[in-house]
T-cell receptor
Framework: AQTVTQSQPEMSVQEAETVTLSCTYDTSESDYYLFWYKQPPSRQMILVIRQEAYKQQNATENRFSVNFQKAAKSFSLKISDSQLGDAAMYFC?????????????FGKGITLSVRP | ETGVTQSPTHLIKTRGQQVTLRCSSQ?????VSWYQQALGQGPQFIFQ???????GRGNFPPRFSGLQFPNYSSELNVNALELDDSALYLC????????????FGPGTRLTVT
């Protein structure tokens, strides 16, 4: 069974600074997707960034980038130029590409606070 | 394009009662997944529906059941509510043609007293 581990329950960052959120996972599959989701107090789960395991290049979306280390089964999220609106819970998630196994497996999440 | 909607936003039930939660999928999506998120935890997969059939189930007892309708909307039913069923219930829709990317609704907060 696949598992996703986020060992840091909370992190804090100064506005405009950079922060890195850690995630490790365990799987015996070679093809899969990894995600970072943001959940603000409004509860809406928002997709931040996606990484396909077969791609060696790390995904980037504006201020958000990942460090994907497939052999180490590590998937960290870097937020650059942190903004007050980045404050939220962040979840790392895993899923297989298709079909009935396309369920998302989430970590426990990390609460990110941004200091003005 | 209409996003995923869920109703009600929140509700309070008594232990032993039954509850039905509803989800309207995003336009063009034919698959619906349901997740339970306990306070301070990550969402846990309950089940997924595709073409009105259950298409995968997580580690939840049979008193958690669902339906998907021809318009791809879905219901989650929970019988014999227990205190531990108090949680945020999230619905996510996806498309088999869209790479199964899941888009979430705002959730229903269920409190069981």
């Amino acid at each position: 069974a696949q598992t996703v581990t986020q060992s840091q329950p909370e992190m804090s960052v100064q506005e405009a600074e950079t922060v890195t959120l850690s995630c490790t996972y365990d799987t015996s599959e070679s093809d899969y997707y990894l995600f970072w989701y943001k959940q603000p107090p409004s509860r809406q789960m928002i997709l931040v960034i996606r990484q396909e395991a077969y791609k060696q290049q790390n995904a980037t979306e504006n201020r958000f980038s990942v460090n994907f280390q497939k052999a180490a089964k590590s998937f960290s999220l870097k937020i650059s130029d942190s903004q007050l609106g980045d404050a939220a819970m962040y979840f790392c998630a895993y899923r297989l590409p298709t079909g009935a196994n396309s369920k998302l497996t989430f970590g426990k999440g990390i609460t990110l606070s941004v200091r003005p | 394009e209409t996003g995923v909607t869920q109703s009600p936003t929140h509700l309070i039930k008594t232990r032993g009662q039954q509850v039905t939660l509803r989800c309207s999928s995003q336009s063009g999506h034919n698959t619906v997944s349901w997740y339970q998120q306990a306070l301070g935890q990550g969402p846990q997969f309950i089940f997924q529906y595709y073409r009105e059939e259950e298409n995968g189930r997580g580690n939840f007892p049979p008193r958690f059941s669902g339906l998907q309708f021809p318009n791809y909307s879905s219901e989650l039913n929970v019988n014999a509510l227990e205190l531990d069923d108090s949680a945020l219930y999230l619905c996510a829709s996806s498309s088999t043609r869209g790479g199964y990317e899941q888009y979430f609704g705002p959730g229903t907060r269920l409190t069981v007293t």
